[in-house]
């Protein structure tokens, strides 16, 4: 008597068990549906490097113009932007590059050869960038050409660094001055992004987000005074066939030649910058 009172009792939570009181087994509910794999949240990464935070000040303090400030900003310790996990950890791969960016570069203050050496790679067509972000308030974004050989002494990635907390900080610029950087989130879940150079020489707003599907990601920038607009799209690694894969990284120069030509580009750049550099009188005591 006891071990059916047991076996009654435990029916409920062992599926499949035949009902002692008559009647077929019970059918076992089905399990949840898993959310699709590009909107759950990936396993946690090992720690990453702890990347320093400096705040503008003197000639880098600037702020952004009216033309640049962000409509409808959202402040994510109040309400988490909509859909941020949808970057979590995410890979992408650029499949288009719009606008002068020779132009744009340009006006930035950045050198020839070193424009020469982004045009070599299309401005980046085929490229791959990695997102890294723990939460709403910052993010990191690593962007390398893949099959680029390694070379002693030349970094082929690059990285940038969000804070959306709008508050100005130091961004270096490889082979370029610092310029000041701001950022914010909008209600709409979209980034917006304002880089200046010294005393507002140049500023640009760069506003970028996902597609509805959260398969594509696109970023545009407008640079003032110049007015010069350019934009790129990037697409979910893993939402490209193998042939569309190649043919954006394979197309054009081959690696090995994209590197020399980069390498040599940045070996120019440099010694340009330190004949300028040299040439500069030093500052006088008073």
Known sequence: MALLVLLLTCQAWLPGLPDLRGGAAATPEPPPMPLPPQWSLPPPSPPEREWTRT???GDLLVF????????????????????WQRWVDS???????????????YAQGIGFFLV?????????????????????????FEA?????????????HQWQHYYFDWAPYVSSIPMG??????????VDGTQW???????KAWQYHS????????????????????????????????????????????????????????????ALGSACYAFSTAKRPLPTMN
């Open 55 to 57: 705040p503008s000040t």
């Open 64 to 83: 952004a113009s009216a033309a640049n400030a962000p409509r409808r900003a959202l402040d994510y310790t109040v309400t988490a932007p909509p859909h």
């Open 91 to 105: 890979t992408w791969v650029c499949t288009a590059a719009t606008g002068d960016w020779k132009s744009f570069l």
């Open 116 to 140: 020469e050496a982004m045009a070599v790679t299309n401005y980046g067509i085929g490229s791959q960038l990695k997102v890294h972000t723990k939460s709403p308030a910052e993010m990191h």
């Open 144 to 156: 390398f050409m893949v099959g680029l050989p390694s070379v002693p002494g030349v970094d082929m």
């Open 177 to 186: 001055d610092d310029q000041s950087w701001q950022g914010t989130w909008l």
């Open 193 to 199: 992004m304002v880089m200046s150079g010294r005393n």
């Open 207 to 266: 506003h970028q987000g996902l597609s509805a599907d959260g398969m594509e990601f696109w970023s545009h920038a407008t640079i003032q005074p110049q007015n010069i607009t350019v934009g790129r799209t990037f697409r979910r690694l893993g939402n490209l066939t193998s042939d569309e894969l190649h043919q954006l990284q394979g197309g054009g120069v081959s690696p090995a030649m994209a590197a020399a030509l980069i390498v040599a580009a940045m």
